[in-house]
């Protein structure tokens, strides 16, 4: 069975008026209803928009500010919106370049429209994105895709590098204690391997917890089968120690 497009809610997020207009009609003569196409500016107006609604499908400029359709998906399947992580995802756009679409292809984009956007392309990209089985859920898995840009280094700082260092195992392990995730918070230190279900490394022994990683494991617990964290509640003067290892402040 096809899909019933009277049904589909589509965001269609584009920097150009006349963009947006012209996909909105093509929608509109598919079948899609005239209240459920909504319209955004760039990727931070279309955060806002996935903030108070749910919608079935996005049809994405790329380049675009101040958050580009890149930073968009990665936002999206990082779970940092209420739409389901694996919501189908098309990219309109005149810059289909290789790196482009490697890099669309590894956040798991469904499908890449040449502008100008032909009304058969639009359907045809459309229905496939919505037939197509979705992505797991995998909000961890994506963190570490860097798109580029200043709002991915600003939003997504890269976690740091496990060391390996005797006595800074010694110090883990004698200041280590099991927390519930609603009890940690972002800066706090693992102790030991943070490891799902399947026995994948999400966090290394050693390194800080961000306020982004904690978001996720704290909204699917069950997913990757975490509920407590092993953490190491450093003194200030031991936390200088651990200072000293990352040439950082911890803090």
């Known amino acids: 069975m096809g899909v019933d497009l009277s049904t589909v809610k589509v965001l269609v997020v584009d920097d150009q008026l006349l963009v947006r207009t012209l996909i909105s009609q093509v929608l509109r003569n598919f079948g899609v209803k005239s209240e459920a196409v909504f319209q955004a500016t760039d990727g931070n107006n279309a955060l806002h928009v996935l903030a108070a609604r749910q919608v079935d499908i996005i049809l994405c400029d790329m380049q675009m500010a101040p958050v580009n359709g890149m930073d968009l998906l990665k936002e999206i399947r990082c779970a940092r919106t209420p739409n389901p992580p694996n919501l189908p995802f098309v990219f309109l756009s005149g810059h289909p370049e290789r790196n482009n679409i490697l890099l669309a292809s590894k956040l798991h984009a469904d499908g890449f429209v040449i502008k100008p956007p032909k009304p058969n392309d639009i359907e045809k990209n459309l229905l496939t994105a919505l037939e197509r089985p979705r992505p797991a859920i995998d909000p961890f898995g994506y963190l570490a895709i ?58 290394p022994r050693g390194v800080k917890i961000q306020k982004v990683q904690l978001a996720i494991l704290a909204k699917y617990q069950a997913l990757y089968g975490v509920h407590t964290l092993a953490v190491a509640e450093l003194p200030h003067d031991q936390m200088i120690m651990y200072q000293d290892y990352y040439g950082i402040n911890p803090e």
Request: glycine share 6%; proline share 5%.
């Open 146 to 203: 860097a798109t580029g840009s200043e709002y991915d280094t600003r939003n997504f700082e890269l976690p740091l590098a496990p060391k390996q260092s005797h006595d800074l195992d010694l110090l883990l392990d004698r200041f280590h204690v099991d927390k519930e995730i609603k009890a940690v918070v972002p800066g706090d230190i693992m102790s030991k391997d943070l490891l799902d279900q399947n026995g994948r490394v999400l966090l």
